[in-house]
Structure formats: C-alpha cells, structure tokens
C-alpha cells in the first residue's frame, strides 16, 4: 500500500514562497511518477507538475518558471517549490503516485492560501 503524506502548506502573501512536501511510504516500487495536482473551490482538479522516476518533469503553463518539481530518493520525499505566488494559487494541493495509466493513490491533500 502507497501511502503519502502532504506537508508545508499554510498561508503567504502574494509574490511570496512555499515549499511543499510529499512524503512517500509502502510499495514505492509500484510507482512509476510522483504528481502534484491542485483543486480551487469551484473549480475542476488539475494537474501542476509531476516527475517520472527516470528524472522527466511535466508542468502546468501556468506555472512554468516559477514552480519546481523535485524529489531526495534518500528520504523518500518529493518536493514542489512554488515561488511569486499569486491569488489563484490557492488551492488544497494533493500529492499523488502515478502507474502508467495515471495516478492511483492520493494523499490527503494541504491547504495553501495566498493572501494579503
């Protein structure tokens, strides 16, 4: 079982910076890609970015250059800095392990708000 565990979320003022974290946990061998995908209210979940286990990274066009997908083996852990944050980041991020079809597992998501 593939558990995973968002953290670093919270509250930050536009323009500013948050880093979140993925811990991943059980059957890590099954994952193919780590995915961060994010829901504002009223609107459909999307995806941000995601990385492949051979090192690829995809993102969102919305937040190319300022967002960065990255992950420490070591820890098990994947990370997505986000950087000149603005209003419509806010959003509850999820964490997610990908197979070849897409994403199979979700972790339960954290808050991030971006307000002055």
């Known amino acids: 079982q593939v558990r995973l565990v968002e953290s670093g979320g919270g509250l930050v003022q536009p323009g500013g910076s948050l880093r979140l974290s993925c811990a991943v946990s059980?059957?890590?061998?099954?994952?193919?890609?780590i995915g961060w995908y994010r829901q504002a209210p009223g609107k459909q979940r999307e995806l941000v970015a995601s990385?492949?286990?051979?090192?690829?990274?995809n993102y969102a066009y919305s937040v190319k250059g300022r967002f960065t997908i990255s992950r420490d083996n070591a820890k098990n852990t994947v990370y997505l800095q986000m950087n000149s944050l603005k209003h419509e980041t806010t959003a509850v991020y999820y964490c997610?392990?990908?197979?070849?079809?897409?994403?199979?597992?979700w972790g339960q998501g954290t808050q991030v708000t971006v307000s002055s």
């Open positions: 997610t392990a990908d197979n070849l079809w897409g994403p199979f597992n």
């Open positions: 990385a492949t286990s051979g090192g690829s990274t």
């Open positions: 059980g059957g890590i061998f099954d994952i193919d890609a």
